[in-house]
T-cell receptor
Framework: GAVVSQHPSWVICKSGTSVKIECRSL??????MFWYRQFPKQSLMLMAT?????????EQGVEKDKFLINHASLTLSTLTVTSAHPEDSSFYIC?????????????FGPGTRLTVT | AQSVTQLDSQVPVFEEAPVELRCNYS??????LFWYVQYPNQGLQLLLK??????LVKGINGFEAEFNKSQTSFHLRKPSVHISDTAEYFC?????????????FGTGTQLKVEL
């Protein structure tokens, strides 16, 4: 089956620093990847849609200068949290859309737990 | 615009008992419907999906769901739960627009299976 990986799975950083999270589709090509944020005991909130070779589309209320998304290849998208603050602490999950699958088949990564101190 | 309502935030149930997790959706267009399961500190795993055809959909781990268009519901059921089914369950919807459709998630239902 289709596999999506995320790296790192867990990261702690100091306030004011930047953190990069990678999302990879391991056995399929993904022109579209999605980034979600999940607060404890809450649902997933879509942050942005990442398209290979073009700028990401951000959801309303998400600061594009703070959450930088790059989708440079068909198997890799990155999310960089710039100048992180404690309120950015959250569980970040990516998903990737399989080109060869029926529409709307998204495969989710295992998530990255970010803690900003 | 679409929305998903999961009416129960928590559902406690004894092992081997049946369970139903409720999901209602709202959309002005036809939709695809999904149920995902999330174990602690993990990503989401697809349980089942409804795209078209038979309204009764069978998924993994013995789960099934029934699409009811008139009631705009997509309730998840399992006839006999196991301790290992304890997890968070999310209902999600996407519409028929092409090119990387976005999923809209419900707020989740915590299923707690007790001995």
């Amino acid at each position: 089956g289709a596999v999506v990986s995320q790296h790192p799975s867990w990261v702690i950083c100091k306030s004011g620093t930047s953190v990069k999270i990678e999302c990879r589709s391991l056995d399929f090509q993904a022109t579209t990847m999605f980034w979600y944020r999940q607060f404890p005991k809450q649902s997933l909130m879509l942050m942005a849609t990442s398209n290979e070779g073009s700028k990401a589309t951000y959801e309303q209320g998400v600061e594009k200068d703070k959450f930088l998304i790059n989708h440079a290849s068909l198997t890799l998208s990155t999310l960089t949290v710039t100048s992180a603050h404690p309120e950015d602490s959250s569980f970040y999950i990516c998903s990737a859309r399989d080109l060869g699958a029926y529409p709307d088949e998204q495969y989710f990564g295992p998530g990255t737990r970010l803690t900003v101190t | 615009a679409q929305s998903v309502t999961q009416l129960d935030s928590q559902v406690p149930v004894f092992e081997e008992a049946p369970v139903e997790l409720r999901c209602n959706y709202s959309s002005s267009v036809s939709v695809y419907l999904f149920w995902y399961v999330q174990y602690p500190n993990q990503g989401l795993q697809l349980l089942l999906k409804y795209l078209s055809g038979s309204t009764l959909v069978k998924g993994i781990n013995g789960f099934e769901a029934e699409f009811n268009k008139s009631q705009t519901s997509f309730h998840l059921r399992k006839p006999s739960v196991h301790i290992s089914d304890t997890a968070e369950y999310f209902c999600a919807v996407s519409d028929y627009t092409g090119g990387g459709n976005k999923l809209t998630f419900g707020t989740g239902t915590q299923l707690k299976v007790e001995l």
